[in-house]
């Protein structure tokens, strides 16, 4: 695949960003669509499908929407607020087009509608740390919080950020995740639909990591960010490290 468009680089909606090599040739006129990477196929030219940043890393290429919403996908970890409550299940916002459900059935073993009240375990506010367990867009997407760390989340800070931003804080590898939590000495759990759930050392680290997180939130689109994100933390924490 021959790309024609530099790592980081401003695309919109139709932009050519590549064309196949002949043994990556589709049958002429055929389309292929992936939703995930914001990319599409047609007479072997890869397209954008939206306004977006280019990402290319070892040959794969994706688009980092500017905007947006966050759309679910199965296994993805997520960090979402407790809207409503029923009988048997919550909904969850997990800041997609679509309610999340959260099913009693997994919080509380032996749920019985007659006997559990569902507020005493989780109620309209609290946050909670789970992950999808199905969604196929014909229904609403269901989470689970069984798993290590899952559930509800009863200490630290939650920062909310653009789903859109959420692959520029935690950066290529993990590199901007793991410079944020370094220096900031707080520990962090990224929902892939842009709320950060924090446990900072004291509040002034907080405020630091929060401060940082906005400022990579308002320019993730430009090119040097890690290396101007490490030189606020160096300057504001000073020897708070």
């Given at each position: 695949m021959k790309i024609l468009v530099a790592d980081r680089q401003i695309v919109r909606p139709g932009d050519c960003l590549a064309v196949l090599d002949k043994e990556e040739a589709?049958?002429?006129?055929?389309?292929?669509?992936?939703?995930?990477?914001?990319?599409?196929i047609f007479n072997n030219k890869v397209f954008s499908d939206i306004i977006g940043i280019a990402s290319v890393s070892e040959g794969s290429l994706s688009v980092i929407p500017l905007e947006g919403v966050?759309?679910?996908r199965k296994d993805d970890i997520v960090i979402g607020v407790i809207s409503d409550v029923g009988l048997s299940y919550w909904e969850v916002d997990i800041?997609?087009?679509?309610?999340?459900?959260?099913?009693?059935?997994?919080?509380?073993?032996?749920?019985?509608?007659?006997?559990?009240?569902?507020?005493?375990?989780?109620?309209?506010?609290?946050?909670?740390?789970?992950k999808i367990a199905s969604f196929d867009r014909l229904r609403d997407p269901v989470l689970t919080?069984?798993?290590?760390?899952?559930?509800?989340?009863?200490?630290?800070?939650v920062i909310e950020v653009k789903p859109s931003k959420v692959a520029r804080v935690i950066g290529?590898?993990?590199?901007m995740y793991n410079l944020l939590a370094t220096m900031t000495k707080c520990e962090?759990?990224?929902?892939?639909?842009?709320?950060?759930?924090?446990?900072c050392p004291d509040e002034a680290k907080l405020d630091i990591l929060i401060k940082a997180v906005k400022l990579i939130e308002a320019k993730a689109h430009m090119?040097?960010?890690?290396?101007?994100?490490?030189?606020?933390?160096?300057?504001t924490l000073g020897g708070k490290t």
């Open positions: 589709l049958p002429e006129k055929e389309l292929r669509y992936f939703p995930d990477k914001h990319i599409y966050y759309y679910p800041k997609a087009p679509y309610k999340a459900i959260l099913p009693a059935s997994d919080v509380i073993e032996g749920f019985n509608p007659a006997v559990h009240n569902l507020r005493n375990y989780l109620n309209i506010g609290d946050y909670v740390l789970a919080t069984k798993g290590k760390g899952l559930g509800k989340i009863i200490e630290g800070f290529k590898k993990g590199s962090l759990v990224i929902g892939l639909n842009g709320y950060i759930w924090a446990k090119k040097g960010l890690t290396e101007e994100v490490k030189l606020f933390l160096e300057s």
